[in-house]
């Protein structure tokens, strides 16, 4: 009877259901972050830029905060960062992203919001003034690369609205742009290689959380190790042995170590995830700063390989 049933079974269509176990039932592995433990005496983390992309992701239909975007494709660039053992299994990793920004009567110059421009600009500057530029001015060429192809004020500041497709073909534009100054500008190469095709070691500024006059200490992203949100005085510079460091943390608004007293929340913002935090007193840091043989696969001597 049940061989019948079996039968009748297949015959009316039904399928019997496999289940094998593969790779679509891994877990895989997650990559480490950067802990507090991994600063060193003057709360900085050594690391190098492992790669920058440019990536494109989709706002959904019920998404808040970028109205304008709402069921359309962006682009997103992403700068990825690793410490720098020399097992690249242990490694830890932090990102540095940034989305399209909208383009309204509040992001123009002078707007309540133009921050959120002002903030990719202000980075990407930053980073090329680290890899590439170190103080020069742009090129015409240069600069025209990394303008926006679109103009949503006019002579008198007022707001002049742009179509969202055009916006988002005016951000995608500018982070390829940017990427493949980083990735070829060496070259062909990249900026952020040695000559030998190494990895340039840099000091990179993490925090946790920074101190809001009004709040108190706030978490830059989730409670995590994560780039500031803003550049400020500077948040990455290439390490030079037995050199003074130029970025700092501010010890009395910036913190590097968990604190029990503030709870992680996610960040409200679709760009960058980013804060500002301290290093306080009794945080566990190794005594001393890397060697050359501790980093056999990062230049340490990369500022004189660089282009002035």
């Avoid at 890899?131 to 025209?144: I, M, N, V």
């Amino acid at each position: 009877m049940e061989k019948e049933n079996k039968a009748s079974s297949a015959e009316a269509g039904e399928e019997k259901k496999v289940i094998r176990r593969g790779v679509g039932q891994s877990r895989g592995t997650n990559r480490l972050k950067f802990d507090t433990r991994d600063a060193k005496t003057n709360g900085l983390f050594l690391a190098h830029l492992e790669s920058v992309d440019v990536k494109t992701i989709t706002i959904g239909e019920d998404t808040t905060g970028m109205p304008s975007f709402n069921g359309l494709e962006i682009p997103k660039i992403m700068l990825t960062f690793a410490s720098n053992e020399e097992d690249a299994l242990k490694r830890k990793y932090v990102t540095l992203s940034f989305n399209a920004v909208e383009s309204n009567a509040v992001t123009i110059p002078g707007g309540d919001q133009e921050w959120k421009v002002n903030q990719v600009f202000d980075y990407f500057k930053h980073i090329l003034n680290v890899y590439l530029l170190k103080g020069r001015e742009f090129t015409e060429e240069e600069e025209a690369a990394l303008s926006l192809t679109f103009e949503d004020f006019d002579e008198q500041g007022n707001y002049v609205p742009v179509e969202a497709e055009e916006v988002i073909v005016a951000w995608k534009q500018l982070f390829e742009n940017f990427a493949s100054i980083m990735n070829t500008g060496k070259g062909g190469n990249p900026l952020f290689k040695s000559k030998e095709g190494r990895s340039i070691a840099i000091w990179i500024k993490l925090l946790r959380y920074v101190k809001n006059n009004k709040k108190g200490w706030v978490p830059v992203s989730n409670g995590d190790l994560e780039f500031p949100r803003f550049v400020g005085e500077g948040v990455i510079e290439l390490y030079v042995p037995n050199a003074p460091v130029g970025i700092r943390l501010d010890v009395i608004r910036e913190d590097i170590k968990p604190r029990q007293d503030v709870a992680p929340k996610t960040p409200n913002m679709p760009g960058m995830a980013g804060g500002v935090p301290g290093f306080g007193a009794g945080v566990p840091v190794p005594d001393a700063m890397m060697t050359e043989g501790a980093m056999p696969n990062v230049d340490l001597q990369a500022a004189e390989d660089l282009p002035f």
